[in-house]
């Protein structure tokens, strides 16, 4: 049962004995007045997220994580349950060989976000908008799903890690480069819209010192977008005399403005 009192910037306190058997829905979609609504007839708490001040967001997002760990319902937005039932029809072949090699040795919500992530992959190939599940992994499963998302859409779990885990005996190799990829981001950055190229320059910085550190050979740096593309042309240009290293293109579609080049330390 989820402890009401946790919501205590959002329902009035007085109100929260009353309720504590209720299910909660979260609603994405409509801005009230009001951050609640009591539906006492069907013993629902219905909470309107977008009324939220974002000070109480953050504690919501905090809860949510806190009650998918510990196995706590959650009711969600009555427009994501089509989208969810989507999810677990979901029968691509290649994509349930992924996921049934990575099911014994993956942890339950590394495999949850990788699966999710695999149905986001098919919806971006078939160009659909893919923004509100992008934001369902995030919060479901914080910044690592964030990150086996990205590392998915690359096609990373089946061209990199599957033909690691398969040639390191002992598998050791394995866990320490898919950990170091998904906990300090070394494998690859993902360059998006909102990163400065000041930001783009310390990350791409950072993580060739700790790929050196580790012992890495490679980063990648995959660029969406025209702008994103010149800002790491540009670093690419103006440091790889001075941070000693050679760049190759993996992938380049100028019509898409895509670009993945690898960084070879």
């Excluded at 909470?47 to 919501?60: A, G, M, T, Y």
């Excluded at 598998?171 to 998904?182: A, G, I, V």
């Excluded at 001075?242 to 070879?264: D, Q, R």
Aim: hydrophobic share 40%.
């Amino acid at each position: 049962m989820i402890d009401l009192k946790k919501f205590k910037g959002i329902i009035p306190q007085d109100e929260v004995m009353s309720i504590q058997d209720y299910s909660i829905k979260l609603d994405f979609l409509s801005t009230h007045k009001k951050s609640y609504i009591i539906d006492r007839p069907n013993k629902r708490l219905v909470i309107h997220v977008n009324s939220i001040p974002k000070k109480e967001q953050k504690n919501l997002k905090t809860i949510i994580s806190s009650c998918i760990n510990n196995n706590t319902a959650i009711l969600i937005a009555e427009d994501k349950v089509s989208l969810l039932d989507k999810l677990y029809q979901y029968n691509d072949a290649k994509d349930k060989q992924i996921l049934a090699f990575f099911q014994p040795i993956f942890s339950r919500v590394d495999w949850e976000a990788l699966r999710d992530s695999l149905y986001l992959r098919n919806a971006f190939k078939n160009r659909e908008d893919i923004h509100s599940l992008k934001e369902d992994i995030r919060a479901r499963y914080g910044e690592r799903g964030n990150t086996i998302s990205n590392l998915c859409t690359a096609g990373y779990f089946e061209e990199v890690f599957i033909p690691l885990f398969n040639s390191s005996p002992l598998q050791t190799e394995f866990w320490q480069y898919y950990n170091l990829s998904l906990e300090m981001g070394l494998t690859a950055l993902f360059v998006h819209a909102q990163m400065t190229i000041e930001t783009i320059n310390s990350e791409i910085k950072r993580r060739i010192e700790l790929g050196k550190k580790y012992g890495l050979k490679f980063i990648h740096i995959h660029g969406i977008g025209e702008k994103n593309i010149k800002n790491i042309k540009k670093f690419i240009q103006q440091e790889k005399g001075k941070l000693n290293f050679t760049e190759k293109n993996i992938f380049t579609n100028e019509s898409s403005n895509i670009l993945i080049v690898e960084l070879i330390l």
